[in-house]
T-cell receptor
Framework: AQKVTQAQTEISVVEKEDVTLDCVYETRDTTYYLFWYKQPPSGELVFLIRRNSFDEQNEISGRYSWNFQKSTSSFNFTITASQVVDSAVYFCALGSSNTGKLIFGQGTTLQVKP | DAGVIQSPRHEVTEMGQEVTLRCKPISGHDYLFWYRQTMMRGLELLIYFNNNVPIDDSGMPEDRFSAKMPNASFSTLKIQPSEPRDSAVYFC??????????????????FGSGTRLTVV
């Protein structure tokens, strides 16, 4: 069975702080995809990144970085020098290469205060 | 590309009425998904289709819910009769087939803007 756990329900930081959002997943698939989505207050789901299970390279995109560790089944997301505009709900998701199914974690609400 | 298009954006209906939500996936995408988002249960997968065929409807809450995909460019999610506990945001998403997507750097699931349903 597939499962995604985002243990942090809410995080509050002050602007310019670094913040890491945790994601742990479970799957029996040998090939799978991991995603992060952002849901700002406006409600839409915005795609941030995809990682394939066979590519454990970490990735950096501006202030965002992702740490994929297959050994611990984790795919953590770090925002460096957070800004108020980063305030949103962030979802980690797991896609199955066998079924095409995508399931989500419960989401982490990030509040960045000025 | 206009993205995944959902309609209506907002729907308010009375308990007992039939509600139909609509989705137009991205052209060329062969997977279509319906999700429901509530505070209590988060983002739940209700049903998904591959090449217009329902693959897994185990997330559909009850017989009051039904989904169809008559062609590659259109899908509906119907609730009949609606109840207040159906109030939620319903998202539609589409994606490319998994076999081809392994090699596509931009593979992802693209979501529509959602339909906010309120049943009073």
């Amino acid at each position: 069975a597939q499962k995604v756990t985002q243990a942090q329900t809410e995080i509050s930081v002050v602007e310019k702080e670094d913040v890491t959002l945790d994601c742990v997943y479970e799957t029996r698939d040998t090939t799978y995809y991991l995603f992060w989505y952002k849901q700002p207050p406006s409600g839409e789901l915005v795609f941030l990144i995809r990682r394939n299970s066979f590519d454990e390279q970490n990735e950096i995109s501006g202030r965002y970085s992702w740490n994929f560790q297959k050994s611990t089944s984790s795919f953590n997301f770090t925002i460096t020098a957070s800004q108020v505009v980063d305030s949103a709900v962030y979802f980690c998701a797991l896609g199955s290469s066998n079924t095409g199914k995508l399931i989500f974690g419960q989401g982490t609400t990030l509040q960045v205060k000025p | 590309d206009a993205g995944v298009i959902q309609s209506p954006r907002h729907e308010v209906t009375e308990m007992g009425q039939e509600v139909t939500l609509r989705c137009k996936p991205i052209s060329g995408h062969d997977y279509l998904f319906w999700y429901r988002q509530t505070m209590m249960r988060g983002l739940e997968l209700l049903i998904y289709f591959n090449n217009n065929v329902p693959i897994d409807d185990s997330g559909m809450p009850e017989d009051r819910f039904s989904a169809k995909m008559p062609n590659a460019s259109f899908s509906t999610l119907k609730i009949q009769p609606s109840e207040p506990r159906d109030s939620a945001v319903y998202f539609c998403a589409s994606s490319l087939g998994r076999r081809t997507s392994l090699y596509l750097s931009n593979y992802g699931y693209t979501f529509g803007s959602g339909t906010r349903l309120t049943v009073v």
